[in-house]
């Protein structure tokens, strides 16, 4: 067994993570010490429940000057219980607790916008929502990479689809 | 229909080492939670709210392709022993031991598909298949997932996906977990780097029968994290990729063990594979430590008297729950660890259909 590094002769196997990916390396004890390797392991991933309250209980301490709202308008949980247990009571807490959840969705999955499945139910604009979402973030990088012909071509296409929109009635971007 | 018995005495599909990578890949679920609209989640719903979204999704079910013939069980008619069967063979979890009204499962053929009704969700569908299949199961579910709906409306926001009791779910609703033996990397002390690394490309990791499953015979079930922000495909995508990671780094420390152990390991195989067929008396424990000796020993071609669906098969049918179910009453431990060396030894002179 010889090092990945240096090629000399390799004491101690590790699993690496580079780009996303795992793999063996194998490595000399000098090679090792330079990244700093065998010391200490990340442990194990704990349930995500424990995450959740782990969270909860920053996002509390953050925002103990702001008083949350006390109980879900819908469905009446009180915000301290969700705080207990981890689970919401109906469809509107979310409207209910949105200044705590954001945060919260937020850092378990790193983005705050579903880009999944649409139920077959759902209003047709759904579809058109995100398309000028996305329009809207490609609009973003033209103009930040100076591609104002196709800056503009994109504008003109949110507006379309803005307008067509505000013709069915409501605003409806969420 | 089939009944209860009749699913006892069937093999679950997702056992049955038929699919890809079954050496180390016992199997992958693709679960998907979802909620009626207008309903309060089932902790906050009361009795009527329950039923009715009870019996709504029981009649889309019957009216779907995929579940119309399935084995409809309603909780509150079932006995304690039943609901344990049904959380050691993963198709409800630990909340359905407590009595709550409104729930009811509904298994399809051979629990390769199901769905669960108000646990913590109005509705989970889960669909199971054999070795590693992500893509597969994720394109069954949503084809079940779209029959429903055509009787179900669903909660959903244009912003946050699919709205789910636990915000650990929201979005896609969907868990894709990977089934795995790893007990080559568990035998050559890699697992904790290597279970360190999963956490941080977005995966966790449980045992499959709670942690000394893991420890014990190096079982593990491997999750996405995340459930919004991607889509479907990519989330079933990414567990393919970091499973087949794992199966690669498994695999060589499998060779490796082989290799430096030579005699050692055949002996400790054959040792295990003759504990299991001849002793009388086997604890959970054991039992873990000699299954995974045993599967060890069937895929490195150590053992070719047993298959590997049998061995299998094992993990679950001498969980005490079985045990209980098939004496009729709770046996005590002692007596069960009886019953599970019988067991063994009638399946393993019973299981070498190859
Ligand atoms: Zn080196
Ligand atoms: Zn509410």
Redesign the interface.
């Known amino acids: 067994m010889i090092c990945d590094e240096c090629g000399r002769p390799a004491t101690i196997r590790f699993v690496e993570t580079v780009n996303g990916e795992m793999r063996l390396m194998r490595l000399c004890g000098e090679c090792a010490a330079a990244r700093g390797i065998g010391l200490s392991f990340a442990p194990l991933a704990g349930p995500l429940v424990n995450m959740l309250m782990g969270f909860l209980e920053e996002v509390g301490a953050q925002d103990s000057v702001e008083v949350p709202e006390p109980a879900c308008s819908e469905c009446g949980l009180p915000y301290d219980e969700f705080r207990r247990t981890g689970k919401l009571g109906c469809a509107v807490c979310y409207t209910s607790f949105e200044k705590e959840l954001r945060p919260l969705i937020r850092r378990i999955n790193g983005s705050t916008r579903h880009t999944g499945r649409i139920p077959t139910s759902a209003p047709d604009d759904v579809e058109s929502i995100r398309e000028v979402r996305r329009l809207k973030v490609d609009l973003e990088r033209a103009v930040r990479g100076e591609e104002y012909e196709r800056a503009a071509e994109l504008r003109d296409r949110i507006r379309d689809l803005e307008s067509k929109r505000s013709e069915g009635g409501d605003d409806g971007d969420v | 229909m089939g009944t209860f018995e009749q699913m006892l005495a069937t093999q679950p599909g997702w056992l049955d080492a038929s699919g890809p990578i079954s050496n180390v890949v016992l199997s992958t679920r693709v679960r998907l939670a979802r909620?009626l609209?207008g309903?309060?989640?089932p902790?906050?719903a009361d009795n009527a709210d329950l039923e009715r979204v009870r019996d709504r999704t029981l009649a889309a079910a019957s009216a779907s392709n995929y579940l119309s013939d399935a084995l409809v069980l309603i909780m509150d008619e079932s006995s304690q022993s039943k609901r344990e069967i049904l959380v050691e063979r993963h198709l409800t979890g630990r909340e359905f031991l407590r009595d709550s009204p409104g729930r009811a499962v509904v298994i399809g053929d051979r629990e390769l598909v199901s769905a669960v009704i108000n646990e913590?969700d109005h509705l989970r569908l889960a669909c199971l298949r054999s070795g590693l299949e992500p893509m597969d199961a994720w394109r069954l579910v949503?084809r079940l997932?779209?029959e429903l709906?055509?009787n179900l409306?669903?909660?959903?926001?244009?912003?946050?996906?699919?709205?789910?009791?636990?915000?650990?779910n929201?979005?896609?609703g969907?868990r894709v977990s990977v089934l795995m033996h790893l007990v080559g990397l568990v035998r050559s002390n890699?697992i904790?780097?290597?279970?360190?690394?999963?956490?941080?490309?977005g995966?966790?990791?449980?045992g499959f029968y709670g942690e000394r499953s893991a420890a014990l015979g190096g079982f593990f079930q491997v999750s996405n994290?995340?459930?919004?922000?991607?889509?479907?495909d990519d989330?079933a995508y990414m567990v393919e990729r970091?499973a087949g990671?794992?199966v690669?780094?498994e695999l060589?420390a499998r060779s490796e063990l082989t290799e430096k152990g030579g005699r050692k390991i055949e002996d400790e195989v054959h040792r295990a594979h003759g504990i299991l067929t001849s002793a009388r008396i086997i604890s959970p424990d054991e039992m873990m430590v000699l299954c995974s000796s045993l599967r060890f020993g069937i895929t490195e071609g150590l053992i070719d008297s047993v298959d590997l669906a049998t061995a299998n098969g094992l993990l679950v049918s001498t969980q005490p729950g079985h045990l209980k179910h098939f004496n009729g009453r709770d046996p005590g431990p002692e007596r069960r660890d009886r019953m599970r060396a019988d067991l063994i030894r009638r399946e393993l002179a019973s299981g070498s259909s190859a």
């Open positions: 909620n609209k309903v309060p989640f902790m906050r913590e949503d997932d779209t709906e055509r409306h669903y909660s959903y926001s244009s912003d946050w996906g699919y709205l789910t009791s636990c915000p650990t929201v979005g896609t969907m890699r904790a780097q290597v279970l360190g690394s999963i956490s941080k490309l995966l966790s990791v449980r994290q995340m459930t919004l922000g991607q889509s479907e989330i970091v990671q794992l690669t780094l060589e």
